[in-house]
């Protein structure tokens, strides 16, 4: 069966699917002077992808969102799944995961997914109910970490945990409670998974059960919560640190 297609858009997103050699098609600008979507149209025209020269008006018609002047038809990104990720886990060796409970703003989603890039995560775990989809708007957020990362998306998320944490993986997940530990003060230099939760609501009971240890971030002002996407990145960053 052949792939099915996606629209991506945002010029940073498609150079890197460009790049990846994910691209099928690719709408632009015909009128174009943005010297990035110039140098873009460069790239496509030595490619052998298929290029459409439109107006700004179709384009829109393709695209509600800000396109930048170019969307793309991407491969449909294949999400591995639980028993995909049960099997990955005999191979890997002091893994670092991010498992996202109901992160459910595909722009989070796509920032949190470029920060697990940038910190160069094992693999993002994410469950099907309750949670974004990786859309449009994900992808150009992501800026181009999708095509990069294992990505699992598995049906119980509680249940993947248990999977994760009988490969050898402390999972920690992140709640400001009291029996929490500061991330500055917590050993995470090993295997391990960070579980980071729903923008408004946090964890929910049964994953944050299924957690080895809570950890937080210390607040020194009067706002007790960060994005969830920030706090993503704090997070991870501290275990790149440690890892050293």
């Known amino acids: 069966m052949a792939p099915s297609n996606k629209l991506i858009f945002g010029i940073h997103a498609v150079e890197l699917a460009l790049k990846a050699g994910e691209v099928r098609e690719i709408w632009l600008q015909k009128d174009a002077q943005n010297k990035r979507l110039l140098n873009l149209l460069a790239a496509v025209e030595k490619s052998q992808v298929t290029l459409n020269r439109v107006s700004l008006q179709e384009l829109g018609r393709k695209c509600g969102e800000r396109h930048q002047g170019v969307v793309a038809s991407i491969n449909q990104v294949r999400l591995k799944s639980e028993k995909d990720l049960k099997a990955a886990l005999k191979g890997w060796e002091n893994p670092l995961i991010l498992i996202l409970d109901c992160i459910e703003d595909p722009r989070n989603l796509g920032a949190c997914l470029r920060s697990a890039d940038a910190a160069g995560v094992t693999a993002v775990v994410f469950s099907k109910d309750k949670s974004a989809s990786i859309t449009p708007t994900t992808h150009k957020t992501a800026a181009g970490a999708v095509e990069h990362l294992d990505i699992f998306q598995v049906t119980n998320l509680a249940r993947a ?84």
Request: aromatic share 4%.
């Open 161 to 244: 945990i248990e999977v994760i944490k009988a490969g050898g993986v402390w999972v920690y997940g992140t709640a400001l409670e009291e029996d929490s530990q500061s991330i500055y003060q917590t050993d995470l230099s090993g295997a391990v998974a960070i579980v980071v939760g729903n923008e408004g609501k946090g964890l929910r009971h049964l994953v944050k059960q299924c957690c080895d240890h809570l950890i937080h971030i210390p607040m020194a002002g009067a706002v007790q919560s960060l994005n969830v996407s920030v706090a993503t990145g704090i997070t991870l960053f501290e275990v790149v640190r440690q890892r050293g």
